[in-house]
Structures are given as structure tokens and as C-alpha cells.
């Protein structure tokens, strides 16, 4: 029998732009082009996008999609935004309060990308682009004291509120870790829903699907298969399966 997704397909993407791969370590920056071309090929195939109130109502079409982004860089203005536009896709961007017009200081790796500034933030909000929260300063909020975890949330939320006029509803957990006492501090802070990365655990640690610079057209249709959750943990469970699927899937090409 073909597996039937019950719940919306909840996409991770991070950045969008070109980089080389020596300045992209982690292929975080999806070249425009390419993300126009994987959402219009999921639009063709009769994907639903959903705005963030339309993923937490109580019912979505069965093959509805969350387009989501972390950590709120610069580009996603310059050069996502005008994607987002041109396909009338909705999207959830989360940002970090307490780094907005600062720099992607927390990667030793690439540590000068520019993040949205305040301004930045109203422009998204403006386009209808959802504004949602990922913590204070990308710290992880696994083992995190008391303190940090209401600047994570409490203090993050309140940051964002006087920006974009509404309070965050959604949370982004940074590198998609979390634990109990992340997961109670995010609940308690009045947030409607958290994102881990594969790592599920309720509502409060809702898995996605990430997405980076290297994704071929075979690999990004794959992980929407209802099923591709289930392949990614099998592979990973048996050594060499997943580089070996990978070369046969291939990889797209980095400069």
C-alpha cells in the first residue's frame, strides 16, 4: 500500500543565494534558481502551500506544504523574498532577536553572513511572510539554565512582538536540538507550536525536512515522499547505505 502523509510537509531551508562551497561549509545557501525550481515543482504536483495559520488550523489538504527558513540571513530579503513573490508561496522565517543586523557569529566556518535588521523584519512581515522565533543568539537550549531559556523564548517573543505588532506563534529550536526542559520553556512562553529538525517529540519538537545546496531534482522529490523520514533513518542505521545512495542520486553541483 502507498504511504498516506497525515500530517503537512514542513520544509527547512535556511539561506538562499549563491555561495562557493569553500564559503558554505554547511551548503546552507539554495542558489534562487533552484529554489524556484523545487517549489514550482512540488506547485506542479499539486502541493497546497500553507501560510503558519493554515498549518495550525486543525485540518490541511493531504499534500499541503509548510515552506519554512532559519535563521533569518540578509539574503532571504534580497534574494528569497522576490522567489517567494514570483511563485505566491507563503513562507515562516525564524529569526533571532537578539542578533538582527548582526552576523552569522555563531559558524567559526562563515561567520560574516548578515542577518535581517530590524527593517528587514517589517519588510518580510509586510510581503505576508510569517516572522517566527529562533531563539535570542542561535545558543543550543539543551542542558540551558533557567535564564537562557527565557531570553530564548520569553524575552526573544517580546523582542519580535514590538517589531512585527503580533506575538510569535512558532519556534525553531537552533540545530533543531532540544530536550525536556527546551521544550517546557517554549510551551510555557506561549508558543503554538516547535520545530526540531528529525528529531520528533510532540507538538513542541515537530519534525521537517531539510533542504540545502545540495539537493539534486531526484533528492529534494524524495524527501517528499511520505515515507522519506523512515528511508533517511534506515540509511543512516547502516554504514556506507546513505554516502552509496548518495552517489547514485548524485549531488548538485558547488563551486
Keep these: 500500500m502507498r504511504a498516506r502523509r497525515s500530517e503537512p510537509l514542513v520544509l527547512m531551508y535556511h539561506a538562499v543565494g549563491e555561495r562557493r562551497a569553500v564559503d558554505d561549509p554547511f551548503a546552507l545557501f539554495v542558489p534562487p534558481d533552484r529554489l524556484h525550481a523545487q517549489l514550482s515543482s512540488l506547485l506542479a504536483r499539486g502541493w497546497t502551500p500553507l501560510t503558519l495559520d493554515g498549518y495550525l488550523r486543525a485540518a490541511a489538504p493531504p499534500r499541503s506544504v509548510l515552506v519554512t527558513f532559519d535563521d533569518g540571513y540578509r539574503s532571504m530579503v534580497d534574494e528569497g523574498l522576490p522567489v517567494l513573490r514570483e511563485l505566491n508561496v507563503p513562507a515562516a522565517v525564524f529569526v533571532l532577536a537578539g542578533l538582527l543586523g548582526g552576523r552569522s557569529r555563531w559558524m567559526p566556518e562563515m561567520p560574516d553572513e548578515p542577518l535581517v535588521d530590524a527593517e528587514g523584519v ?20 539543551v542542558n540551558a539554565s533557567p535564564e537562557d531559556l527565557a531570553r530564548n ?12 505588532g503580533r506575538r510569535p506563534r512558532a519556534f525553531a529550536y537552533p540545530y533543531g536540538d532540544h530536550d525536556a526542559g527546551a521544550r517546557h ?21 515537530t519534525p521537517r525536512v531539510a533542504v540545502s545546496a545540495t539537493d ?6 524524495l524527501k517528499s515522499l511520505p515515507s522519506y523520514p523512515v528511508m533517511r533513518r ?7 547505505l546513505r554516502p552509496a545512495l548518495h552517489a547514485v542520486a548524485g549531488r548538485a553541483h558547488r563551486t
Aim: aromatic share 10%; proline share 2%; charged share 20%.
Design 122 to 141: 517589517r519588510e518580510l512581515v509586510g510581503a505576508g511572510l510569517d516572522v517566527e522565533c529562533h531563539g535570542w543568539d542561535h545558543n543550543t537550549l
Design 153 to 164: 523564548t520569553t524575552q526573544a517573543a517580546k523582542t519580535l512582538s514590538r517589531l512585527t
Design 185 to 205: 520553556a517554549v510551551a510555557a512562553a506561549g508558543f503554538e507550536v516547535a520545530f526540531s529538525t528529525y528529531e520528533a517529540e510532540g507538538r513542541y519538537a
Design 216 to 221: 539534486t531534482g531526484v533528492t529534494f522529490r
Design 234 to 240: 534506515i540509511t543512516g542505521s547502516v554504514p556506507h
